[in-house]
């Protein structure tokens, strides 16, 4: 990226971001801010993590031409199946960069938080991979929801915290780590799974799954003998799959940035999580950014079918991209995004993440031309959410029968 949307040395994005920290964290903030750069860009660290994403985690991840897709919204569609890599995600990229870190700078202990599971699989992954101590807080809403990533994290030697405070979500979880973090600031990592938090993290999140548009470049001019796409469109929640999407496009005005948030039953209700339509500035979990709050700051809860979107906030580096219209950022709500999953599971056999639904529904809401080259990144299979698909299967009957 370079200086026009690019992270300052203070930890901003333009007019978000930063390390609102408690004092008992504030050395372990600012170690990793000393030490997170020189660490990334040793060679050392080079080797070693795209000799694992290659050979443990699966890279490169396909690009796939949808056709039927293709052919119904009239345009040159193709996916990005982010729903490929070892664990099922995009989360496995950022894990094993900063497991790679944690190991660097000494700790012995990983937390992490997780909504639908996927980071919470991902890091308990790393963690068997490195033989490393592992405890994953998870809102107890998603521990019933996703119910078979926690057993993944348990069979992988996780302990997994189910969180009772608040609606007991992602956010929530987000909470309880920070506070086991102050309780236990000299031998734990903090491996947190989306561009938010205090800086470095959405710099390192953005860092570590930047190697999905990096491989774009190479993919697009095999393919269509260019290295750039007209759309990039992915899912937004705390925005790590979308940052990693967009990475080295950032600054290339020849595309276009279309992000699709979790709009819940509508912007225009109290049960929605679509930030960037409803938020103001805040601050949440250590990040100056867009948050949803009520007019005395304090934080409203998220309300999606999707628990991997289902977060009051948005990374500091998607709110200062939105406030510039450098994305466009559409709400998607509950019933078009699992309308859109039944779509891509009959159209191109492919049963998306409810999170990776929201995305394909924003083609819905978009116009394209025959020669558009549209790049929608699939960020994760969804065999975790079947029985969200099927208990909610009404919300699609329009698709037909099943």
């Not at 930063?18 to 372990?28: M, S, T």
């Not at 990005?80 to 660097?104: C, F, P, S, W, Y």
């Not at 998220?302 to 979107?309: P, Y």
């Not at 994305?327 to 859109?340: G, H, S, T």
Request: hydrophobic residues 35%; contains cysteine.
């Amino acid at each position: 990226m370079t200086k026009k949307y690019s992270v300052d040395e203070k930890g901003f994005f333009g007019q978000f971001g930063g390390a609102y920290v408690p004092e008992i964290l504030y050395k372990c903030v600012h170690d990793l801010q000393a030490q997170y750069l020189p660490i990334i860009q040793s060679k050392e660290f080079q080797d070693e993590y795209y000799a694992l994403l290659r050979d443990y985690v699966g890279r490169p991840s396909p690009l796939y031409y949808a056709k039927r897709m293709s052919e119904k919204y009239n345009c040159q569609l193709y996916l990005k199946r982010e729903d490929l890599n070892h664990t099922g995600a995009h989360k496995i990229n950022n894990t094993v960069g900063q497991i790679l870190m944690a190991k660097k700078m000494g700790k012995t202990r990983i937390i992490a938080e997780t909504g639908a599971g996927q980071h919470g699989v991902a890091t308990a992954t790393v963690c068997a991979l490195m033989n490393m101590q592992c405890e994953i807080f998870m809102g107890k809403t998603d521990v019933e929801r996703q119910h078979t990533n926690v057993e993944r994290m348990k069979m992988l030697g996780a302990t997994v915290h189910p969180v009772t405070t608040g609606n007991m979500t992602l956010s929530d979880a987000c909470s309880e780590a920070i506070r086991d973090w102050c309780c236990h600031p000299e031998d734990t990592f903090y491996i947190v799974g989306s561009t938010m938090g205090p800086h470095p993290y959405p710099d390192i999140v953005a860092k570590m799954q930047s190697v999905i548009s990096r491989e774009l470049k190479e993919q697009l001019q095999e393919k269509i003998g260019r290295d750039y796409p007209d759309y990039l469109i992915a899912c937004v929640g705390g925005g790590s799959n979308a940052a990693g999407t967009i990475y080295h496009y950032i600054d290339d005005e020849r595309v276009k940035i279309v992000l699709a948030e979790a709009g819940g039953q509508g912007i225009d209700t109290d049960h929605t999580a679509a930030t960037i339509q409803v938020g103001t500035e805040g601050i949440v979990h250590g990040s100056r950014t867009l948050v949803m709050q009520t007019e005395d700051g304090q934080i409203q809860e998220a309300f999606t079918i999707s628990a991997g979107l289902d977060y009051p906030g948005i990374g500091p580096m998607h709110a200062d991209l939105a406030s510039k219209g450098r994305e466009q950022v559409l709400a998607v709500n509950d019933d078009e995004a699992i309308y859109a999953g039944y779509e891509l599971t009959r159209m191109e056999g492919i049963i998306p993440a409810i999170e990776s639904a929201h995305a394909i529904a924003a083609l819905k809401k978009l116009k394209f031309k025959p020669e558009d080259v549209v790049v929608l990144t699939v960020s994760g299979r969804g065999d975790k959410d079947v029985e969200t698909y099927l208990n909610n299967k009404p919300l699609a009957k329009e698709y037909g029968n099943f």
